[in-house]
């Protein structure tokens, strides 16, 4: 019974804890994906990033099960207002469905407040940097890769912006999982190539070559 107690203690006085990081993680407009380290990690971006550029990113991680071709800017219509303009919202939803035929689920959406807005990122490549991490097959859990995925994706939202302006952020995270992305497909090119040379080419070339003789 003591032991009950104490423990309950402890969740509490955790609790308490944790409360005013979560309070205070304005960039966060629906979380139920993301955990505690990475929640701080987003507002710490973008608190740097509003401070420096005067545009407010805000992100919704959703694990809403959202029917095919669903209009997240509607969606998004509910929590406006919670937006400070000029922003951007960036929406992970991944058990969003892409095609019933398929199956296929998750999405991104990147929503600015205005055409200026949406002229300082490259769309794709905030994309991609989240989907490619999710997309790999590795030992990490998706709960993981979710996580991975949206802060890399926040943090190439944030760089882009900054950058417009010639700007750089201090708190934001290097692309490393980008780059590896980049080097694992260069591998896997490389070794189709080397493959199709071996058993498909070098035959061809070969014959070609004794033909002549």
């Given at each position: 019974m003591n032991k009950a107690k104490v423990r309950a203690s402890l969740l509490a006085v955790l609790a308490l804890w944790m409360l005013p990081l979560l309070l205070n993680a304005t960039q966060l407009l629906r979380n139920d994906?993301?955990?505690?380290?990475?929640?701080?990690?987003?507002d710490d971006m973008g608190e740097e990033l509003q401070?420096?550029?005067?545009?407010?990113?805000?992100?919704?991680?959703?694990?809403?099960?959202?029917?095919?071709?669903?209009?997240?800017?509607?969606?998004?219509?509910?929590?406006?207002?919670?937006?400070?303009?000029?922003?951007?919202?960036?929406?992970?939803?991944?058990?969003?469905?892409?095609?019933?035929?398929?199956?296929?689920?998750?999405?991104?959406?990147?929503?600015?407040?205005?055409?200026?807005?949406?002229?300082?990122?490259?769309?794709?490549?905030?994309?991609?940097?989240?989907i490619d991490i999710v997309a790999i097959k590795d030992s990490n859990t998706a709960e993981d890769k979710y996580n991975i995925g949206i802060l890399q994706a926040y943090s190439v939202l944030a760089d882009n912006i900054a950058a417009s302006k010639g700007l750089k952020l201090e708190k934001t995270i290097p692309d490393e999982m980008g780059l590896m992305v980049i080097i694992l497909r260069i591998l896997i090119y490389a070794g189709t190539a080397v493959l199709l040379w071996i058993f498909v080419f070098r035959s061809l070339w070969m014959r070609m070559r004794n033909g002549k003789k």
């Open positions: 994906l993301l955990k505690l380290e990475a929640v701080q990690l987003i401070a420096k550029t005067g545009i407010n990113a805000y992100v919704i991680a959703t694990n809403e099960h959202f029917p095919e071709r669903y209009n997240l800017v509607e969606y998004s219509k509910q929590y406006e207002a919670k937006l400070s303009k000029p922003y951007v919202l960036f929406i992970f939803a991944p058990y969003a469905t892409i095609t019933k035929k398929s199956e296929a689920r998750g999405r991104v959406g990147i929503i600015p407040s205005s055409a200026t807005v949406r002229a300082m990122y490259d769309y794709e490549e905030v994309r991609d940097a989240g």
